[in-house]
């Protein structure tokens, strides 16, 4: 098989792990909605393992890692997915998830 047709990996970082279980719990607990908090969990998983065929689908936002990897912005529902892709590992790493009406630009 050819490695330029390979799937990307696709990793979450902590942060972003803490702020996906920070969003269920809210959803869950504070609003008492525990199917909607697993259906957007399910949602953001499905779309974040998505980008392991297409890791461009979604478009860049002018904002930098330190590695100098530009940021891509993914919407799901009433969240903002920010990741970033390094070509040479062919590794999507899901660097944030938050609520869309907050500043992710910082």
């Given at each position: 098989?050819?490695?330029?047709?390979?799937?990307?990996?696709?990793?979450?970082?902590?942060?972003?792990?803490?702020?996906?279980?920070?969003?269920?719990?809210?959803?869950?607990?504070?609003?008492?909605?525990?199917?909607?908090?697993?259906?957007?969990?399910?949602?953001?998983t499905n779309k974040v393992l998505d980008l392991a065929n297409a890791p461009e689908l979604y478009m860049k936002i002018g904002k930098v890692d330190r590695l100098k990897r530009e940021y891509h912005r993914m919407v799901v529902k009433n969240y903002v997915v920010l990741y970033t892709i390094d070509f040479e590992k062919k590794t999507v790493f899901i660097s944030r998830i938050i609520y869309v009406r907050r500043n992710y630009l910082n």
């Open positions: 098989m050819d490695s330029k047709n390979e799937p990307f990996e696709v990793e979450f970082t902590d942060e972003c792990i803490e702020e996906m279980t920070e969003i269920y719990e809210y959803i869950s607990n504070n609003l008492k909605e525990d199917n909607a908090a697993k259906r957007l969990m399910t949602e953001v």
